[in-house]
């Protein structure tokens, strides 16, 4: 699998990231274990989990299969902090909850470096300088190589980057990522927040690049039984994207699949995999077979003319 440098930094990961947000729910220890050896030995490096993926549980999981699996040099891990939601209030980048929550995530990961800390939201209520002195210590303590930012504005991130870049050479941790929704069902990243995120030094690390699955063509003759829009507690995810507008763009990522030969799924990948601000695109399959699936997908590259009708196509904002 290809490997990409992150924001110019001595960081490279794959191109394709393993997003691990169901595991410990909806994907049990063991396909999570068959998934994780599948990844890696294909080439996969990049490991993406959070502080508060299934309570905590993901991280854990995660740092058993560092034990049992694969080796942890051979991954890449990015996890992510400041979302709070049994708090008083719900985002806490306070130097106090970072560095303690810092912490939390090694016991559950069971090692004593997180390669990529990410903060996962803007807290409005502590000051950035704090925020990011914070994070300044987690690298220089050792407990963490690189940092980004999860979802921000783009002012939210030009301001971050901005403070880590106006001081070279004094202990700052310049900001590497940028994480962010991106597809050809969610464009709104190119309001602003990509150009926000060259400028400031930073690349992309875009999640949902299948639309929340959509973009593979399931829902095109309604809810199959076993997907995640028939899920409870998934279907509020997903619904979004079962609109017409969206229902138009399936058709054309369907429609440009039959003329290449290839799975929709394919295209719309290739589609966000392959921008030129996307360090890697992160994907979470329930199923080894659907990682498999996506796995086989590495050397499927859209000609520009596909690339620049698929842009028309999907051109028209959400709703």
């Not at 050397?299 to 698929?310: G, H, K, N, Y």
């Amino acid at each position: 699998m290809e490997q990409r440098q992150v924001g110019g930094s001595g960081l490279w990961v794959s191109r394709t990231a393993l997003g691990t947000m169901t595991w410990g729910k909806d994907t049990e220890e063991d396909d999570a274990a068959d998934q994780l050896s599948a990844f890696v030995d294909a080439g996969g490096t990049l490991v993406d989990t959070a502080d508060i993926y299934t309570g905590g549980h993901s991280e854990r999981i995660v740092g058993r299969l560092l034990r049992s699996v694969v080796r942890r040099d051979d991954v890449i891990i990015a996890t992510k902090v400041g979302h709070t939601p049994e708090r008083h209030r719900p985002r806490d980048a306070s130097r106090r909850h970072l560095l303690a929550s810092l912490d939390a995530s090694l016991r559950r990961l069971q090692t004593d470096h997180i390669d990529l800390w990410q903060l996962h939201v803007h807290d409005p209520d502590t000051p950035a300088e704090e925020t990011l002195s914070a994070m300044d210590t987690a690298v220089t303590s050792g407990k963490v190589r690189y940092v980004g930012v999860g979802d921000l504005a783009p002012w939210q991130l030009t301001k971050y980057a901005t403070w880590q870049r106006a001081a070279p050479g004094r202990g700052r941790a310049l900001i590497v990522s940028a994480g962010t929704e991106f597809s050809l069902l969610n464009r709104r990243a190119e309001g602003g927040l990509l150009a926000a995120a060259a400028d400031g030094g930073a690349d992309v690390i875009a999640w949902s690049p299948l639309g929340r699955g959509v973009l593979s063509g399931k829902y095109r003759n309604g809810v199959p039984s076993d997907s995640r829009a028939a899920m409870p507690h998934m279907a509020p995810y997903v619904e979004p994207y079962l609109d017409e507008r969206s229902r138009r763009v399936v058709e054309s990522v369907c429609t440009a699949a039959e003329g290449l030969g290839v799975s929709p799924l394919a295209v719309a990948l290739s589609w966000v995999r392959d921008h030129a601000t996307v360090a890697a695109a992160t994907v979470g399959p329930r199923s080894t077979a659907q990682l498999e699936e996506i796995l086989s997908l590495e050397s499927v590259e859209l000609p520009r003319e596909i690339r620049e009708a698929l842009d028309d196509a999907s051109s028209a904002p959400p709703s």
